[in-house]
């Protein structure tokens, strides 16, 4: 599993990179818009309600 300053690095790397690069930011940011729809964002926000009770529900052995 990566290491949190690798991911760290390689995301402000992609972000420099957006940053220097209109072409790529606007194609880019028009993919992450076009799935940021109000339903995908439901369906998302649905999971993760359902893992965190299901989390909460489970008591941790000790």
């Known amino acids: 599993m990566p290491s949190n300053k690798m991911i760290g690095t390689v995301l402000i790397g992609a972000a420099a990179f957006l940053m220097r690069n209109k072409k790529t930011r606007e194609k880019t940011m028009s993919q992450i818009k076009s ?15 359902s893992l965190t009770k299901s989390k909460s529900s489970d008591p941790s052995p000790h």
């Open 35 to 49: 799935l940021a729809t109000p339903e995908t964002i439901d369906k998302v926000k649905s999971q993760l309600q």
